[in-house]
């Protein structure tokens, strides 16, 4: 059996992209896997890289009501995919409570991406409707941490919320951690902390230019900084569960060394996203013209099931390519070479044979 698996993953996503453009033909589609929210553009923090823009509410965000029938409800008839929830800073809004509760009832499982600030005044909801999973951000040491988010003791905020949450029994907690220029070479120094706040995985995302992180794209992380931080992952796994998340696409034959599944780009074929204001999008972009519609106008599953076309019918455009991170490829800013390539692919200097008589 253990053979026969091995054998099989080798081939997974050839077998995975297969069927689902074979599906698509035949006008059908897998149920999604996973439906992220952004359930408030409100957050009370004002980080440089943030996808969205994040800081006042929004005025057209979904209702109560509108989040339990249109999303909660819509998912029971998916298959109960795994509601993520994120924002902004969803935990500013007043109904979290009564949305995860109703979530819970109807059996959709439901995570949450936090920076932490307000997992405390919550413990009891946590504790009463339990996530599959929280991640809260960790973006460096306490300096640079604070720095970044703009507050001082939102890093000890932070790890309190991470402790708190295994306190109370919670399924899985990461540790997520956004590289950027300012801390790809700091992820070294967060060794310790990460080690001790009792964090069941550490998760490393890449900045991609959406949102307010589009005005700030000095920050993106450089090409050798991509190769050593990858490399870091690496020989991390070997301590505790370091994952790269989706933003940095395939390295091919090499994903066991850096994920527990071979990459796929899930934006529109076995993931999508609801913005605040109720528009299905395949991934976090902010581009409305990207929207495959409104769930206030037509049903998620309808939608699921009669967009996202380019993503499922094969093609060489950037949405057909399984293999990298959309959100990274739409702007030409693909990390996958850089990160997993050769130093002499990547654009930088190879080695060269020193003159007979060897090197003075």
């Not at 109904?95 to 995860?100: G, K, M, Q, R, S």
């Not at 460096?140 to 000890?156: I, L, N």
């Not at 919320?161 to 801390?183: D, F, M, P, S, Y």
């Amino acid at each position: 059996m253990g053979i026969l698996h091995r054998l099989f993953n080798r081939r997974a996503q050839e077998v995975w992209r297969a069927q689902t453009r074979l599906l698509h033909r035949l006008g059908y589609v897998f149920p999604p896997q996973a439906v992220q929210w952004i359930s408030t553009s409100a957050c009370d923090l004002r980080c440089p890289h943030c996808y969205s823009c994040a800081g006042p509410k929004s005025d057209r965000e979904l209702t109560t009501d509108e989040a339990k029938r249109l999303i909660v409800d819509e998912l029971v008839e998916l298959d109960r995919p795994t509601l993520v929830i994120a924002g902004g800073e969803p935990l500013l809004r007043a109904d979290f409570a009564e949305i995860v509760q109703h979530a819970h009832g109807r059996d959709v499982p439901w995570a949450l991406h936090t920076h932490g600030g307000h997992v405390e005044r919550l413990l009891d909801v946590f504790r009463n409707f339990p996530p599959v999973m929280v991640a809260v951000s960790l973006d460096g040491p306490r300096e640079y941490h604070d720095t970044f988010r703009g507050r001082r003791g939102c890093f000890d905020q932070a790890l309190t919320a991470i402790r708190a949450l295994k306190g109370i029994g919670c399924k899985e907690v990461v540790a997520g951690t956004t590289v950027t220029r300012q801390n790809a070479d700091l992820l070294a120094d967060m060794v310790p902390t990460v080690l001790s706040c009792g964090a069941d995985s550490w998760g490393l995302h890449l900045m991609t230019a959406e949102g307010r992180a589009a005005e700030n794209t000095a920050m993106l992380a450089t090409s050798s900084q991509l190769r050593r931080a990858a490399a870091f992952a690496r020989r991390m796994r070997s301590v505790m569960h370091v994952e790269l998340d989706d933003e940095w696409g395939s390295a091919g034959a090499d994903d066991c060394y850096y994920r527990d599944e071979p990459f796929l780009c899930g934006a529109g074929r076995s993931t999508c996203v609801v913005s605040a204001d109720g528009h299905l999008m395949p991934c976090t972009t902010t581009d409305p013209s990207q929207s495959q519609g409104s769930i206030r106008d037509c049903r998620l599953g309808e939608l699921w099931a009669d967009g996202f076309a380019a993503f499922r019918g094969g093609g060489k455009q950037p949405q057909a390519d399984a293999l990298d991170c959309w959100l990274q490829t739409r702007h030409g800013r693909s990390c996958r070479r850089c990160a997993f390539d050769e130093p002499d692919s990547a654009g930088e200097p190879a080695l060269v044979r020193v003159s007979e008589g060897g090197a003075r």
